[in-house]
């Protein structure tokens, strides 16, 4: 799967039912087949016209965004960053067989960060409710090694912050209207019963390795 020029659109690493009742069949059809593709396409369309661009890796555009030619910087934070966002966040999402609840070196750092699991939802939700319009809410490892919840507006990643991903939710409207209309409150408490936390474990592992 190429993560550089020309980009493609990763299939979904489960069935589009798979994350009924919680997240349904049509939500996902159209959040992957329409949205997740208009970025990749779109990213392809930009990157195109700019050979010398052709060998950067998603991830090289969105954390050197700065060094870009003006003109490509908003296109690029918008695009580049729309694929990667949704990348992540389907990846981070789970069919049955996968933990739903925190395991390993990541459960501990939530427990001695957040004091319990149950406290880092509350605190996730809170931020995930709190970003106004378009946008995700994230768990991060911060300079200091240390878990931090934040959110981006727009495609915004991460990334660009010096941030590293561990955790995501979209919270962009497409991505739970269809099922919870206005109600986003109930999206990302069922957001949680699909949360995939034996790859947020793979992220943070990744992260000291
Ligand atoms: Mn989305």
Same mark, same amino acid.
């Given at each position: 799967?190429?993560?550089?020029?020309?980009?493609?659109?990763?299939?979904?690493?489960?069935?589009?039912?798979? %994350?009924?009742?919680?997240?349904?069949?049509?939500?996902?059809? +159209?959040? !992957?087949?329409?949205? +997740?593709?208009?970025?990749?396409?779109? +990213? =392809?369309?930009?990157?195109?016209?700019?050979?010398?661009? !052709?060998?950067?890796?998603?991830?090289?555009?969105?954390?050197?965004? !700065?060094? /870009?030619?003006?003109? %490509?910087?908003?296109?690029?934070?918008?695009?580049?960053?729309? @694929?990667?966002?949704?990348?992540?966040?389907?990846? +981070? /999402?789970?069919?049955?067989?996968? =933990?739903?609840?925190?395991?390993?070196? %990541?459960?501990?750092?939530?427990?001695?960060?957040?004091?319990?699991?149950?406290?880092?939802?509350?605190?996730?939700?809170?931020?995930?409710?709190?970003?106004?319009?378009?946008?995700?809410?994230?768990?991060?490892?911060?300079? =200091?090694?240390?878990?931090?919840?934040?959110?981006?507006?727009?495609?915004?990643?991460? %990334?660009?912050?010096? /941030?590293?991903? @561990?955790? @995501?939710?979209?919270?962009?409207?497409?991505?739970?209207?269809?099922?919870? =209309?206005?109600?986003?409150?109930?999206?990302?408490?069922?957001?949680?019963? @699909?949360?995939?936390?034996?790859?947020?474990?793979?992220?943070?592992?990744?992260?000291?390795?």
């Amino acid at each position: 799967m190429s993560n550089r020029y020309p980009f493609e659109l990763k299939p979904l690493p489960y069935e589009y039912n798979a %994350l009924e009742p919680h997240i349904d069949e049509a939500t996902m059809k +159209l959040h !992957h087949d329409k949205h +997740l593709k208009a970025y990749v396409d779109k +990213l =392809n369309e930009i990157v195109g016209p700019y050979p010398e661009f !052709h060998n950067w890796y998603l991830e090289t555009f969105l954390c050197n965004i !700065h060094s /870009l030619p003006n003109t %490509l910087q908003t296109p690029i934070r918008n695009n580049a960053g729309g @694929v990667y966002n949704h990348n992540l966040f389907f990846s +981070l /999402l789970s069919s049955k067989d996968t =933990n739903s609840i925190p395991i390993g070196n %990541l459960a501990e750092k939530i427990e001695k960060d957040f004091g319990s699991y149950e406290n880092f939802k509350e605190k996730f939700k809170e931020a995930a409710l709190s970003r106004f319009g378009s946008g995700y809410a994230w768990l991060v490892i911060d300079r =200091n090694k240390n878990l931090k919840i934040i959110t981006t507006a727009n495609q915004n990643t991460p %990334l660009e912050l010096n /941030l590293y991903p @561990v955790l @995501v939710i979209d919270v962009w409207e497409h991505a739970y209207y269809l099922k919870y =209309n206005n109600r986003r409150n109930e999206y990302i408490d069922n957001f949680f019963s @699909v949360l995939n936390f034996k790859k947020a474990e793979e992220l943070y592992n990744r992260f000291f390795a």
